[in-house]
């Protein structure tokens, strides 16, 4: 199994802010996966992080407004560039083992005012 | 690509009735089925999975069997608590993906 530390847990922002959130994986994986649910939604994936190359992004979503950093096997971080209330989500971050596991962080809830 | 088809919600029930919410799904190759459940302001658990054909996840009372003939993944509980009240998700992950596909969630309500 893995445990993922997300932080922070929720947040507060000013739009035209950035948030910075931090996923760390108590063990080594190879790929880590952003999510955002939109109030009363379900997920969706933003991008797809693999440690030394670009994250792939979804349809819809832009490394200019999400920029993913993945400095090695264990940790990554989302950023939600110039927010604005459309961006208040809850934001998940997920890894998986194999073809049977999913293991995800506890989520950070996002509301920009 | 994989999709999951989940039934549209909401669902209100009293106490102790009997809970079905299906799924069925789309995938390449032979994917792997989980319910997950979302309580009121708190972030996603796993509730149950399934990983191979015929084998039936449970959990908490809720039981879900994963039928490849029929592609389905039904989530069924015989007597619902108010406790029980969240919003429940469909996924599936395969193996060419190897991300998780989710339902668009149904939200269940349960009145005493």
């Known amino acids: 199994s893995a445990v993922i530390s997300q932080k922070p847990s929720r947040d507060i922002c000013q739009r035209g802010t950035s948030l910075t959130i931090q996923c760390q994986v108590d063990?080594?994986?190879?790929?880590m996966f952003w999510y955002r649910q939109q109030p009363g939604q379900s997920l969706t994936l933003i991008a797809t992080a693999n440690q030394g190359s670009e994250a792939t992004y979804e349809s819809g979503f832009v490394i200019d407004k999400f920029p993913i950093s993945r400095p090695n096997l264990t940790f990554s971080t989302l950023t939600v560039s110039n927010m604005s209330p459309e961006d208040s989500s809850i934001y998940l971050c997920?890894?998986?083992?194999?073809?049977?596991?999913?293991?995800f962080g506890q989520g950070t809830r996002l509301t920009v005012v | 690509g994989n999709s999951v088809t989940q039934m549209e919600g909401p669902v209100t029930l009293s106490e102790e009735a009997f809970l079905t919410i299906n799924c069925t799904y789309t995938?390449?190759?032979?994917?792997?089925l989980f319910w997950y459940v979302q309580y009121p302001g708190e972030g996603l658990q796993l509730l149950l999975k399934?990983?191979?054909?015929?084998d039936k996840g449970s959990n908490k009372g809720f039981e879900a069997t994963y039928r490849k003939e029929t592609t389905s993944f039904h989530l069924e509980k015989g007597s619902v608590q108010v406790s029980d009240s969240a919003v429940y998700f469909c996924?599936?992950?395969?193996?060419?993906?190897?991300?998780?596909?989710f339902g668009s969630g149904t939200q269940l309500t349960v009145l005493p």
């Open positions: 997920s890894v998986t083992a194999g073809e049977t596991e999913a293991f």
């Open positions: 995938a390449t190759g032979y994917p792997s």
């Open positions: 996924a599936l992950l395969s193996g060419s993906a190897r991300q998780l596909t």
């Open positions: 399934a990983t191979k054909a015929d």
């Open positions: 063990s080594q994986v190879t790929m």
